[in-house]
């Protein structure tokens, strides 16, 4: 049996990006990491607004950002998590899917907390700069992605 891809809005996600899954979501490592550890965590199946969630995939988005969180933040030595929905244009949100940017945090990795939140909102204007122009993605090829999704899938055994 083949291995399955992913939709991101409109975007194919090649199953080497993704570590782990549910029924209803995945994890996937980012194109644009802000810090070591970035990753999205999407429903399968293409929301645009979160909102437009089911109750069940609202509890198995959530559910999978916990237990992704706990290992990445153990993983990277972090001492805490950043969790984010940009939740439509306005919120800054580029890519018409839900998603949660998970990403572990350490003392000092911004100088001031919440310029975390003006870097996510740069890099997904940036994100769809170069996805709507298809240019390459240059800031990290396939085979860099599927390495960290090979080092994380490795903590879900």
């Not at 644009?32 to 965590?41: E, K």
């Not at 870097?119 to 170069?130: I, P, T, V």
């Not at 990290?140 to 994380?152: F, N, T, V």
Request: a negative charge; aromatic letters at 8%.
């Amino acid at each position: 049996m083949a291995a399955e891809d992913y939709t991101f809005g409109p975007y194919k996600i090649h199953h080497t990006e993704v570590f782990y899954s549910t029924n209803l979501s995945y994890a996937m490592v980012n194109l644009r990491p802000l810090l070591p550890g970035h990753v999205l965590i999407c429903p399968k199946r293409e929301v645009k607004r979160f909102g437009d969630l089911t109750a069940d995939e609202t509890s198995d988005l959530w559910l999978t950002a916990q237990k992704v969180g706990r290992r990445l933040e153990t993983y990277h030595k972090a001492s805490s998590l950043t969790l984010a929905i940009q939740d439509g244009p306005q919120a800054g949100q580029t890519v018409p899917h839900v998603h949660i940017h998970l990403i572990p945090r350490k003392s000092g990795d911004f100088e001031k907390n919440d310029e975390i939140y003006d870097a996510m909102d740069e890099k997904e204007k940036e994100l769809k700069q170069k996805l709507d122009l298809d240019k390459e993605r240059k800031d990290r090829s396939l085979e860099e992605m599927s390495q960290e999704a090979d080092e994380y899938r490795k903590l879900f055994l």
